[in-house]
């Protein structure tokens, strides 16, 4: 399976800031997934960024908030913008190979203050 | 839309134990099934998948599941269970057409010794 690496590990960001999460796989993939687990629970996708086209947001999920790249088939990032308190939360990226499994990155743990 | 249901929040096992894990999806056509295991701080780990055929199948770590379509579960299952299984358990499901994945609350584990 493919290796995937998310940058940084863990922040602590400030109410009103912006973080960019990055997230390198070793392999070109065509479909990387963004997903979110807040404390406590379950994972919930936040979008799907396939490369050369926009990202495919989930119900509850605005571009605004959550700005997605996908610059090449080996890369993506996510920005969460404009941070509050309930965006505390672990942002874990994924990419899909062979039969419709995901494999995913260790996760960005977040604290907003 | 599809569901899946953990119905055990919290499990404990004392070790060598055997374990089974619930898990009941809601779809209309056979699901491609998976679990997850996230242990303390890290990413999830796929564990095993069912997408057709043989309805038991076996999985890393000594894991195995069994997809029952009568009854609308995959439990997931292993015979003896090692401190080390300690972690937090996700059932995942993906419908054909659809590429994402929609997960199951989780069954956290704890093992005692």
């Known amino acids: 399976s493919a290796v995937i690496s998310q940058k940084p590990s863990r922040d602590i960001c400030q109410r009103g800031t912006s973080l960019t999460i990055q997230c390198q796989v070793d392999?070109?993939?065509?479909?990387m997934f963004w997903y979110r687990q807040q404390p406590g629970q379950s994972l919930t996708l936040i979008a799907t960024?396939?490369?050369?086209?926009?990202?495919?947001?989930e119900s509850g999920f605005v571009i605004d908030k959550f700005p997605i790249s996908r610059p090449n088939l080996t890369f993506s990032t996510l920005t969460v913008s404009n941070m509050s308190p309930e965006d505390s939360s672990i942002y874990l990226c994924?990419?899909?190979?062979?039969?419709?499994?995901?494999?995913f990155g260790p996760g960005t743990r977040l604290t907003v203050t | 839309a599809q569901s899946v249901t953990q119905p055990d929040i919290h499990i404990t096992v004392s070790e060598g134990a055997s374990l089974e894990l619930r898990c009941n999806y809601s779809?209309?056509?056979?699901?491609?099934l998976f679990w997850y295991v996230q242990s303390p701080g890290q990413g999830l780990q796929l564990l095993l998948k069912?997408?057709?055929?043989?309805?038991l199948v076996q999985g890393i770590k000594g894991f195995e599941a069994e997809f029952k379509r009568s009854q609308s579960s995959f439990n997931l299952r292993k015979p003896s269970v090692h401190w080390s299984d300690a972690a937090e358990y996700f059932c995942?499901?993906?419908?054909?057409?659809?590429?994402?994945?929609?997960f199951g609350t989780g069954t956290r584990l704890q093992v005692t010794l």
């Open positions: 994924s990419v899909g190979e062979g039969d419709y499994e995901q494999y």
């Open positions: 392999s070109q993939v065509t479909m």
């Open positions: 960024a396939n490369q050369g086209s926009e990202a495919t947001y």
């Open positions: 779809y209309g056509a056979t699901p491609y």
């Open positions: 069912y997408f057709s055929g043989d309805t």
């Open positions: 995942a499901v993906r419908t054909g057409t659809a590429s994402k994945l929609t």
